[in-house]
Nanobody, 121 residues
Framework: QVHLVESGGGLVQAGGSLRLSCAAS????????MGWYRQAPGKQRELVAE???????NYVGSVKGRFTISSDNAKNTVDLQMNGLKPEDTGLYYC???????????????WGQGTRVTVSE
């Protein structure tokens, strides 16, 4: 069994910063990719940022230049540094990871419970 636990959400004024963290625990043999998704009220869940093999990053256009994703492979963690926050960044942020639980190419996708980010005007 694998668990992803997020932390770091909260309420912040526009222009402020927050740092989200996610830790994977349990039967983790290898993590190929970790990412952050968000779901705003009334909208579909969308990819915010992802990091593959601890190096290659990808961001949704609306956060480029403001958010930075990083990971620590030794600790099985992924962070999302969010600067210059805007009200439209408000939502429930989910950690997501492609994890192999045994040696081999097969991975399964796991989700955290979500952490809420609220950005006020």
């Amino acid at each position: 069994q694998v668990h992803l636990v997020e932390s770091g959400g909260g309420l912040v004024q526009a222009g402020g910063s927050l740092r989200l963290s996610c830790a994977a625990s349990g039967r983790v043999f290898r993590i190929d990719r970790m990412g952050w998704y968000r779901q705003a009220p009334g909208k579909q869940r969308e990819l915010v940022a992802e990091i593959t093999n601890g190096a290659s990053t990808n961001y949704v256009g609306s956060v480029k230049g403001r958010f930075t994703i990083s990971s620590d492979n030794a600790k099985n963690t992924v962070d999302l540094q969010m600067n210059g926050l805007k009200p439209e960044d408000t939502g429930l942020y989910y950690c997501n990871a492609d994890i192999a639980t045994v040696n081999g190419p097969v991975t399964s996708q796991y989700w955290g419970q979500g952490t809420r980010v609220t950005v006020s005007e």
